[in-house]
């Protein structure tokens, strides 16, 4: 099936994609203030920028939209520009896996959340990092 609007309308729309302070970021970071969590949103001074971080607890949060990060149950190739596509979510999914062993090597938390598990079982990825700061804690 080909794109059934212009190159015009498109380009407008992906432009229109934001790259930060999503409504999946909202959601996620309203309910982890409700639990009294501090912690600091895309924060540029690490690497890969995550969502958000916690510094002293040295856990860093990436929120992956399906489409953007290839996920494999929900990411759907456009059928028009394919190569271009395909390319683009190829690097981001190299770029996720180098920004993970960074994370690593620095011997910090890195807790990447799918966009299809906030929608599906929301209460399980705020415990999730929640669960990750309260360790965190104890350690320090």
């Not at 040295?58 to 996920?71: L, T």
């Not at 770029?95 to 620095?106: G, P, Q, S, T, V």
Request: with cysteine.
């Amino acid at each position: 099936m080909s794109d059934n609007i212009s190159k015009e309308v498109r380009k407008k729309t992906m432009q229109a994609v934001k790259s930060n302070r999503t409504k999946l970021e909202d959601i996620v970071i309203k309910e982890l203030r409700t639990q009294g969590l501090r912690f600091r949103r895309n924060v540029k001074d690490l690497p890969g920028k995550p969502d958000l971080a916690i510094k002293k607890y040295k856990i860093a949060v990436f929120i992956d939209s399906c489409f953007w990060h290839g996920c494999q149950q929900h990411c759907r190739i456009p059928q028009s520009n394919v190569e271009y596509w395909k390319n683009k979510i190829e690097r981001n999914i190299n770029r996720d896996k180098e920004i993970n062993l960074i994370y690593l090597n620095l011997t910090w938390n890195i807790i990447r959340i799918w966009e299809h598990d906030i929608k599906n079982d929301f209460n399980f990825v705020i415990n999730n990092i929640v669960d990750a700061v309260n360790r965190s804690k104890n350690i320090i």
